[in-house]
């Protein structure tokens, strides 16, 4: 367990598309850490992160990052290698999370887990029959380069989109349904968020943008659809190996079944973010959450460091 008195570095901002939801993250975890008194640093992450470790002088490291190099396991690696404990998933946990088609294949057989139709397409590949879907980029967040699609034309002009940012892209059969999300925290399931978005999409603007959506927790569903979302969610975590906090999210499907969209290994930890919102519906506040999280830090092998 990491003891007071240590410098704890907040890796937070970095070089992702969600570079200012992580900023936002990161002013939130320092508020609360100094809050229950630990010597706190941020550190915005950029190429000279290597200099920024060993020039601050930290002892273990909360990380604050969401999407590519900070959520995809090489700030993790970095870490690795430098002996540097850090809160949340490992290298190998934080690669597979951060790619949807990746994500997918390696829980395609668990029972606990149902997931949506669909189909992989890279550059110069055919287009696939599933429509209505929505279309990802394989790797990404926030929503971002995701679209929804009823015609073939629409399925062209967003598989398009999405292959300007990823070499793959998922197409996925479109789940009509409530939304829901379950937090993991070092295992254990928290209780199901149902997300209301106005607009009838959580995408970017819904998510980020007050007043946009309604969060209701914990989630007026059937006691069925609780029961498989947590053990769901479960299932995903231990079988990526996640560490720590990681945050599982799902469509309803009309029988009442969760469809598993995704994992989040470092999901929105500001105040008001769904993580936090659901560990307070068990009495958990949110320094408390934040203090768990960097008790939990740890390196992989720290008996074979330097
Ligand atoms: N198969 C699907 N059916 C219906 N809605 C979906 C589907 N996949 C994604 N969505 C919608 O798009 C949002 C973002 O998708 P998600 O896979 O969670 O990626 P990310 O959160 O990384 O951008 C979801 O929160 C949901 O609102
Ligand atoms: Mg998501």
Same mark, same amino acid.
């Given at each position: 367990?990491?003891e007071?008195?240590?410098? !704890?570095g907040?890796l937070?901002?970095?070089l992702?598309?969600?570079?200012e ?24 992450v950029?190429?000279?992160l ?7 002088r ?20 970095l ?53 209505p ?16 699609c009823?015609?073939?034309d ?8 999405a292959l300007a ?8 059969e479109?789940i ?19 997300i209301?978005p ?12 007050k ?32 560490s ?7 469509m !309803? ?16 930890m500001?105040a008001?973010?769904?993580s936090?919102m ?15 999280i960097?008790h939990?830090a ?9």
């Amino acid at each position: 367990m990491v003891e007071r008195g240590r410098v !704890v570095g907040v890796l937070m901002g970095g070089l992702s598309t969600e570079r200012e939801i992580s900023l936002a993250t990161g002013q939130a975890v320092i508020a609360a850490l100094r809050e229950r008194g630990w010597y706190t640093i941020g550190i915005d992450v950029g190429r000279d992160l290597p200099d920024q470790l060993r020039a601050n002088r930290i002892d273990v490291a909360w990380v604050a990052l969401h999407g590519r190099f900070g959520e995809d396991g090489c700030v993790q690696g970095l870490l690795e290698m430098l002996g540097i404990p850090y809160t949340g998933s490992g290298v190998l946990a934080s690669a597979l999370a951060m790619d949807k088609i990746a994500t997918k294949r390696h829980l395609q057989a668990l029972p606990e887990i149902t997931l949506a139709r669909d189909a992989v397409v890279r550059v110069g590949q055919p287009l696939p029959d599933i429509l209505p879907c929505v279309v990802k980029p394989a790797v990404g967040g926030s929503t971002i380069g995701i679209a929804k699609c009823t015609t073939a034309d629409e399925l062209e002009a967003a598989v398009a989109q999405a292959l300007a940012l990823d070499a793959q892209v998922l197409v996925e059969e479109l789940i009509l349904g409530d939304e829901i999300t379950v937090a993991v925290v070092d295992g254990q399931a928290m209780p199901v968020v149902r997300i209301l978005p106005e607009s009838g999409f959580f995408d970017f603007e819904a998510k980020y943008t007050k007043g946009l959506t309604r969060y209701e927790v914990p989630a007026a569903i059937d006691s069925h659809t609780w029961e498989r979302a947590q053990s769901a969610a479960v299932a995903a975590y231990e079988a990526i190996g996640c560490s720590g906090l990681a945050r599982a999210d799902f469509m !309803v499907r009309n029988d009442g079944e969760p469809v598993f969209l995704e994992i989040n290994t470092l999901p929105g930890m500001t105040a008001t973010s769904l993580s936090p919102m659901a560990a307070g519906a068990t009495g958990v506040s949110f320094p408390e959450l934040v203090e768990k999280i960097l008790h939990g830090a740890h390196v992989m092998s720290p008996e074979q460091g330097s």
